[in-house]
């Protein structure tokens, strides 16, 4: 890794001064919960109260410490420490290892706050501690790293407004130079063929989109393509995510952590996830561009590069290589509140805010609609306040398998193009085979059916050639025999909408990102 170039002054100032901001107002909840007596039980305490006395006295040992280091008038090339640097690192990473491991005490929903407190609390101070030292070879990465890892595992419990402040600064003070690159290659390896087609239509009216939800047809809306709802995004037009160089200047120079889904598809045997920097994902998984870090501890790229073959209706190599390179692939990730610079490339559509159907009711094994909707019933889905956003990024050939979801979406294609196949709801669930409950997580939302191999598109793993069975065989067969669905390449700058519980089985065609 390079050396970080020198800083500008007034804006590394104003971070050093935010950092004594955030660590005095640590120190003050610390002690506000350690001096708590009586008369003081009717009031609410912090959060940080049910991690305990021991360890809110630790971590008020340290940033007592942290914070006198920032009041010293003495330089800080030899400053008087009262606990050598090292020490006080370990005592901040002893702190961030023990409220990490309540992370998996618990179900991630119900893992209480005073935790997910302490590893924020901890992970600022780490920060500010790391800060006040002259730069090192590592100092930008490990300083974004921390202030990540406090949004992505723990929420940043309280203190995002901090966190987002302290890497906007830190991005002023140590402005980056990213290099210049061509745009994704919009090479296709293999392009599925489209029998029946989604219909597209311009964009709508809010009021037109809305009267459509809400017509009595039986089974509720069914799936539509709009070609010119996106067409002012700044992603699509001033700032264009087709361009590597402009999302590596958007991430900090590509040093942003996120979470990156390693294989093929997410029930296949091996699948894994990681969390890396953005510059990484890019070199390993995506275009090859050389790395700031030498350290090999990424995937190759992908065998998909700039040479790949051009696009075609035939499927790929037949006997696919079991030692090639896995995909890597950032799926359904907010990305877009967890590095709000690239927010603004997008506005959220109105129709999003539309008043869409519930999911039909469950029906007997008929292949026909089911009944008309009742708008009014009861759900067991929340409703949402606003609406979710994620992100997909992938190579060609990332694969999201045949599932449904518990809302409506509009999928919006914003750099390369995806292939989308689409079943109703009211298919047979004996036909479309719902996943269990697998290692302890419900995969009911998931087809047991791998479509690419039912379709010839891809080969089956080891494992599947194993079970391959006269009984399997037919089931496949059946289900191949199904007739209700439709299909669809979803260019750039299309939207695709999807109801409520239609089953959808996505396919990357070249390097694609969508934001839904």
């Not at 037919?474 to 239609?502: H, Q, R």
Request: hydrophobic share 35%.
């Amino acid at each position: 890794m390079d050396m970080p170039d020198m800083p500008k002054e007034k804006e590394l100032h104003n971070l050093k001064e935010s950092c004594k901001d955030a660590i005095q107002a640590i120190i003050t909840e610390c002690a506000a919960i350690l001096n708590a007596d009586d008369d003081s039980i009717n009031h609410p305490l912090p959060e940080l109260a049910n991690c305990g006395e021991p360890l809110i006295q630790l971590l008020l040992r340290q940033a007592r410490q942290i914070l006198a280091l920032y009041r010293s008038p003495v330089s800080v090339k030899a400053p008087p420490l009262p606990l050598p640097p090292p020490l006080l690192l370990k005592r901040i990473e002893d702190l961030l290892s023990t409220s990490y491991s309540k992370f998996y005490a618990f179900p991630y929903k119900d893992v209480p706050p005073c935790w997910r407190r302490l590893y924020t609390d901890a992970s600022i101070l780490k920060f500010c501690h790391i800060l006040f030292w002259p730069p090192s070879h590592s100092f930008l990465d490990t300083l974004i790293r921390t202030l990540d890892l406090s949004i992505i595992l723990a929420g940043a419990a309280a203190k995002r407004p901090w966190i987002d402040r302290a890497l906007s600064l830190l991005e002023s003070a140590f402005p980056q130079t990213v290099p210049s690159l061509p745009p994704f290659s919009t090479r296709e390896p293999f392009t599925p063929p489209v029998l029946r087609p989604i219909s597209r239509f311009p964009s709508p009216s809010f009021t037109d989109f809305q009267a459509y939800l809400s017509a009595r047809k039986p089974g509720g809306p069914r799936p539509l393509i709009f070609t010119g709802l996106v067409s002012s995004w700044p992603a699509l037009t001033t700032s264009p995510w087709s361009s590597p160089s402009y999302l590596l200047s958007r991430t900090f120079g590509g040093r942003r952590l996120v979470p990156v889904e390693i294989g093929r598809s997410y029930v296949d045997e091996g699948w894994s996830q990681s969390l890396i920097p953005f510059n990484e994902f890019l070199s390993a998984y995506i275009i090859g561009i050389p790395s700031r870090d030498t350290t090999p501890h990424s995937p190759a790229p992908s065998p998909s590069g700039p040479s790949s073959s051009l696009s075609s209706s035939s499927p790929p190599c037949p006997s696919p290589s079991h030692n090639a390179p896995p995909t890597g692939y950032l799926a359904q990730h907010p990305l877009f509140s967890h590095i709000p610079t690239l927010h603004s490339d997008i506005l959220t559509p109105d129709l999003c805010y539309t008043s869409p159907p519930r999911l039909p009711p469950p029906h007997s094994s008929s292949s026909s609609p089911p009944c008309l909707p009742d708008l009014d019933a009861p759900t067991a889905v929340p409703e949402l306040d606003s609406p979710q956003l994620n992100a997909w990024f992938g190579p060609p050939g990332t694969i999201t398998p045949l599932h449904t979801d518990p809302y409506h979406n509009l999928l919006v294609q914003v750099v390369g193009r995806k292939f989308v196949r689409l079943y109703p709801p009211w298919i047979d669930s004996r036909v479309i085979r719902k996943r269990g409950k697998e290692n302890g997580v419900e995969m009911g939302n998931t087809s047991e059916w791998d479509l690419g191999v039912l379709e010839g598109w891809d080969q089956p793993g080891p494992e599947a050639e194993e079970a391959e069975e006269e009984e399997e065989e037919k089931e496949a067969n059946e289900f191949k025999m199904v007739s209700e669905w439709v299909d669809c390449i979803l260019e750039p700058g299309e939207t695709l909408y999807i109801p409520v519980g239609w089953w959808h089985y996505v396919r990357g065609l070249s390097r694609n990102q969508c934001a839904p």
